[in-house]
């Protein structure tokens, strides 16, 4: 029986000192039917040359170079647009997905018809040397307790379109990672955990991921812009999501 093909998504953006790792890893993968769509979001160091040597190696990579500067939910959505697969999973261009990542995943969805899972992850530095830290995934997941705990990591994440119909990232500055997975548990697609960790999540210097106090800021605007949700309830949401994000980067 064929494998369903597995569409990975990757931005790309001023990437060169990773980008090559992150497709090296994609290649590694033991599950071999997939396709990754990488569409560029204007880099003005080598990521499209590196990547280009990559498409012309194998003829599952591809890559989309707009004319101009998108932000990452459109260039997402412009890969997510030529994905052909039953499967879609994302990948950032600095991050690294262990070798078995898409047979245990996807293996996983499959028996146990699920449409949406996600996973623990491994935190690496800059270098990519282990920190040391698994930040474990928080079991089932639904809507309302991803608005208290923003656990899933992009890498983590594979979703069965067939199921799920089609999506594509919310066009906003910040947490667009946060908006997508609320807006699809809000079909009714609880997040799953697989056994885990099956990515390498890399946080930089200066990275968006490493500004705490810019990352709640986020996540208030989308409690309150985004799903609309009322002040107390936002303000509960906001006290369980800090506790649980204490949680993460202590234990």
Same mark, same amino acid.
């Given at each position: 029986?064929?494998?369903?093909?597995?569409?990975? *998504?990757?931005?790309?953006?001023?990437? =060169?000192?990773? #980008?090559?790792?992150?497709? !090296?890893?994609?290649? /590694?993968? @033991? +599950?071999?039917?997939?396709?990754?769509?990488?569409?560029?979001?204007?880099?003005?160091?080598?990521?499209?040359?590196?990547?280009?040597?990559?498409?012309?190696?194998?003829?599952?990579?591809?890559?989309?170079?707009?004319?101009?500067?998108?932000?990452?939910?459109?260039?997402?959505?412009?890969?997510?647009?030529?994905?052909?697969?039953?499967?879609?999973?994302?990948?950032?261009?600095?991050? *690294?997905?262990?070798?078995?990542?898409? =047979?245990?995943? #996807?293996?996983?969805?499959? !028996?146990?018809?699920? /449409?949406? @899972? +996600?996973?623990?992850?491994?935190?690496?530095?800059?270098?990519?040397?282990?920190?040391?830290?698994?930040?474990?995934?928080?079991?089932?997941?639904?809507?309302?307790?991803?608005?208290?705990?923003?656990?899933?990591?992009?890498?983590?994440?594979?979703?069965?379109?067939?199921?799920?119909?089609?999506?594509?990232?919310?066009?906003?500055?910040?947490?667009?990672?946060?908006?997508?997975?609320?807006?699809?548990?809000?079909?009714?697609?609880?997040?799953?955990?697989?056994?885990?960790?099956?990515?390498?999540?890399?946080? @930089?210097?200066?990275?968006?991921?490493?500004?705490?106090?810019?990352?709640?800021?986020?996540?208030?605007?989308?409690?309150?812009?985004?799903?609309?949700?009322?002040?107390?309830?936002?303000?509960?949401?906001?006290?369980?999501?800090?506790?649980?994000?204490?949680?993460?980067?202590?234990?």
């Amino acid at each position: 029986m064929m494998e369903p093909l597995v569409s990975i *998504i990757m931005p790309c953006y001023n990437a =060169e000192r990773y #980008v090559a790792q992150s497709i !090296e890893s994609v290649l /590694a993968q @033991t +599950y071999q039917n997939w396709e990754l769509l990488i569409t560029d979001d204007g880099s003005t160091d080598k990521s499209v040359e590196i990547v280009s040597k990559y498409c012309i190696k194998d003829d599952r990579i591809s890559i989309l170079v707009p004319d101009e500067h998108q932000g990452i939910a459109r260039t997402r959505n412009m890969s997510i647009a030529r994905a052909k697969g039953k499967f879609v999973a994302f990948l950032d261009s600095d991050d *690294i997905w262990y070798p078995e990542k898409l =047979e245990k995943q #996807v293996g996983y969805m499959l !028996e146990n018809d699920v /449409a949406f @899972t +996600y996973s623990s992850y491994e935190i690496i530095d800059a270098q990519g040397n282990s920190k040391n830290r698994v930040v474990k995934d928080a079991g089932v997941v639904s809507y309302k307790k991803y608005l208290r705990n923003t656990i899933i990591c992009c890498g983590t994440v594979v979703v069965d379109k067939e199921k799920t119909g089609h999506f594509a990232t919310p066009i906003i500055k910040t947490s667009e990672d946060m908006s997508l997975w609320l807006s699809i548990m809000k079909r009714g697609f609880d997040a799953y955990p697989v056994p885990g960790p099956l990515h390498k999540y890399r946080i @930089t210097p200066g990275s968006a991921s490493s500004n705490k106090f810019k990352a709640a800021c986020d996540v208030w605007r989308v409690y309150r812009k985004i799903e609309k949700l009322s002040l107390p309830t936002s303000v509960f949401n906001f006290v369980c999501y800090t506790f649980n994000a204490v949680k993460k980067h202590v234990f």
